[in-house]
């Protein structure tokens, strides 16, 4: 059955304990050690100046130390829990820092910077047509065919002669297969 309040979720005999990040934080300046205090003292602390502490402590101050460490509110050097260094920088974060943002709109940026295309630029057109020669004096490269003159009158000394019969197809062509005869002898 819900209770008469409803909200009120916390029991009675916890609402006379500070919260435990502040339990923690007045533990490390009661003990006051240059070296930092470890988890045993800092709850050892606690458990003699705090009364009626719930059955799971030791749960909720691991959680705790946990949780203000990755805040930053506490460092851990050497196994040892300790307030921040003021002059200290903060800790940057894991990887790479946001870009820094300006105080221009998104309209004026568009308009004032000029839209580069993607991607390598195109060569230009003079160093196509004109290519480097080599160390050698020839240029790179395989030479370009010689331009085919179709004059039916003049022989083709190199050409071979026509094939005659139906064209062939792409590819390999099929095995011959023996015929049953040949197989038979």
Do not use: C, F, W
Not at 26 to 53: R, V
């Amino acid at each position: 059955m819900a209770s008469p309040e409803g909200s009120d979720v916390s029991s009675p005999l916890q609402s006379n304990l500070p919260q435990y990040p502040e339990m923690i934080l007045a533990a490390i300046d009661a003990l006051n050690d240059p070296n930092g205090s470890n988890k045993t003292a800092i709850s050892n602390y606690i458990e003699s100046t705090y009364s009626d502490l719930p059955a799971t402590h030791s749960t909720l101050l691991s959680h705790h130390l946990n949780r203000m460490k990755l805040s930053g509110e506490l460092v851990m050097p050497k196994n040892n829990y300790m307030r921040p260094d003021p002059n200290t920088p903060p800790k940057r974060g894991r990887g790479r820092p946001p870009k820094p943002k300006s105080d221009k709109p998104e309209a004026e940026k568009l308009a004032n910077s000029s839209p580069r295309p993607r991607g390598r630029p195109p060569k230009s057109k003079d160093s196509v047509s004109k290519p480097k020669p080599s160390p050698s004096g020839r240029p790179r490269g395989r030479p370009p065919k010689k331009a085919k003159i179709d004059d039916p009158s003049s022989p083709k000394p190199d050409a071979p002669p026509a094939p005659t019969g139906p064209p062939r197809g792409r590819g390999r062509p099929p095995k011959v297969k023996p015929s049953v005869a040949a197989v038979g002898a």
